[in-house]
């Protein structure tokens, strides 16, 4: 078998756990439901654990190799997030209050949007080489392990991420006819969008 049963039973809970943990992925999908539906949170969610799937392909390829020999990688990756997040709080504070009749974002947006957000996060890539490698065994084939453990962890979050996001996006539409509220959707993804930039602007190595 290319991993171990009772690493893979270990490994399980583990993961849920982490996916249960809020973070910038949760409260991406949290300020996208509220903004633009539940359609369009579940596309996001997908759009996360694709780039989840992404970073755990180049850490069982030797990412962390190629970070130990340019640290730098990680302070670009990160200023990258940085930016694209704060571009995202703008872009919803100019959409203005939503009416009811608007259409949600679209799904291969959300999708592009949630993918971005999590391959531009240097934290994700520090847990990944982190906390998958305690489960691998140096014995068998590496990626193929990485590739499953992910697997685990884009499944897990993309149901919890997913639900959070479909939560807040029913909540989201079905006050959609009230213009002060609407109003503060704006500014509410806003505001997650530039709280998740800050914290990664000034983000701390371990």
Known sequence: MIVDPLTLLAFIPAGLALNLTPGADMM???GLGLRSGPRSALAASA?????GIVHVTLAGLGLAAAIAALP?????????????LLWLAWGALRMGPMRPDAPALGVARAFREGMLVNLLNPKVILFVLAFV??????ARAI????LIFGLILAVGGFVINGA???FA???????ATSPRFTRGLG?????IFAALAARLAFMQRS
Do not use: K, M, N
């Not at 730098?72 to 694209?84: A, E």
């Not at 490698?133 to 140096?138: E, G, K, L, S, W």
């Not at 996006?169 to 006050?175: A, E």
């Open 28 to 30: 991406f999908c949290l």
């Open 47 to 51: 759009g996360i654990s694709a780039g």
């Open 72 to 84: 730098v990688l990680l302070d670009i990756i990160r200023w990258l997030g940085v930016g694209y």
């Open 133 to 138: 490698p305690q489960f691998i065994d140096p």
């Open 143 to 146: 990626l193929p392990q990485f």
């Open 164 to 166: 959070v996001g479909v």
């Open 169 to 175: 996006g029913g909540l989201g539409r079905r006050l």
């Open 187 to 191: 500014l509410a993804s806003a505001t």
